[in-house]
Nanobody
Framework: QVQLVESGGGLVQAGGSLKLSCQAS????????QHWYRQAPGKAREDGDL??????????DYLDSVKGKFTMSRDSAKNALYLQMDNLKPEDSAVYYC???????????????WGQGTQVTVSS
């Protein structure tokens, strides 16, 4: 069983920075892709914006509104994913979720795993 545990959210003033972490427990899996989503109030988690994504070959992509502000990185040895968020604005406020597509070693299927979410609030 794999769990994704997030940390790093909080309250910050506009222009400030936060770094989110997403740590996976377990090791009997291979990673197909890793992503960060954000859920605005009133929206379902699955309808949130895809903020950033990275594939196994290291290719990254970002939501247009966060390009140049957010940087995704990972530490494969630690099974950890990060999102450095700089120059934060009030419109970046949301619950941020990590989502990994994983294939368990005992399965041929790839399925999504979600973190528990972490609140980011940016005050003006």
């Amino acid at each position: 069983q794999v769990q994704l545990v997030e940390s790093g959210g909080g309250l910050v003033q506009a222009g400030g920075s936060l770094k989110l972490s997403c740590q996976a427990s377990g090791s009997d899996f291979s990673i197909a892709s890793q992503h960060w989503y954000r859920q605005a109030p009133g929206k379902a988690r699955e309808d949130g914006d895809l903020v950033a994504g990275i594939t196994t070959d290291g290719s990254t992509d970002y939501l247009d509104s966060v390009k140049g502000k957010f940087t995704m990185s990972r530490d494969s040895a630690k099974n950890a994913l990060y999102l450095q968020m700089d120059n934060l604005k009030p419109e970046d406020s949301a619950v941020y979720y990590c989502k990994w597509w994983l294939q368990m070693t005992s399965s041929t299927l790839t399925r999504p795993y979600w973190g528990q979410g972490t609140q980011v609030t940016v005050s003006s």
